[in-house]
């Protein structure tokens, strides 16, 4: 949960457990909210409410124009932060994208095993829950590739089920020997 999202449950409890008289006290503001607008929300909600906010020991009276401007200020640079933070990483990731460094999950079959899951999946000799147990993967990996294999038939790169489900190496044959034997 960060700072940006307002349905935090810790959030919800302190702000629904906070009575008139109290003080609500965060370390700094960010921690409370990272938009303007939540903050000035959060703010005049408790304002209403009788309850005093303590801002890294600082307690700001959002009813005086001086705690006004300095919490709006606050709020400002707290949802200044958290945009810079994300320009950051956005850039931080197109540079790696380019540079080929950010690829994202990797599959968890090889090109060889997906070809001779398929085949499998083909024959209909196996049910699901079986090849999930013989490749070491889940039953939903499974049926993703079965998916992935329905929208893009023969993927670039790859060789054909036929040619390779010969050559292919399964699971099974690498830990318990041929499967001729």
């Known amino acids: 949960m960060t700072g940006r999202n307002r349905r935090r449950p810790g959030l919800q409890q302190a702000l629904a457990a906070v009575r008139q008289g109290d003080t609500l006290v965060v370390p700094k503001l960010d921690r409370l909210a990272r938009s303007v607008p939540d903050a000035r929300e959060i703010g005049d909600s408790l304002a209403a409410g009788g309850v005093r906010l303590s801002i890294g020991g600082t307690v700001y009276d959002p009813t005086d124009p001086v705690g006004k401007m300095f919490f709006n200020i606050l709020a400002t640079f707290?949802?200044?932060?958290?945009d810079l933070l994300r320009l950051r990483t956005r850039e931080g990731m197109a540079i790696a994208r380019a540079n080929g460094k950010l690829k994202g999950k990797q599959p968890k079959l090889s090109a060889r095993?997906?070809?001779?899951?398929?085949?499998l999946v083909q024959s209909g000799d196996h049910p699901i829950a079986e090849l999930a147990e013989l490749f070491s993967v889940s039953r939903a990996t499974i049926y993703r590739e079965i998916?992935?294999?329905?929208?893009d038939p023969q993927p670039t790169g790859q060789p054909s089920p036929r040619a390779s489900a010969d050559r292919s190496v399964s699971p099974a044959r690498t830990h318990r020997g041929s499967a001729r034997d």
């Open 147 to 151: 998916a992935r294999a329905r929208r």
């Open 113 to 119: 095993q997906r070809v001779h899951v398929l085949g």
């Open 78 to 82: 707290a949802e200044f932060e958290v």
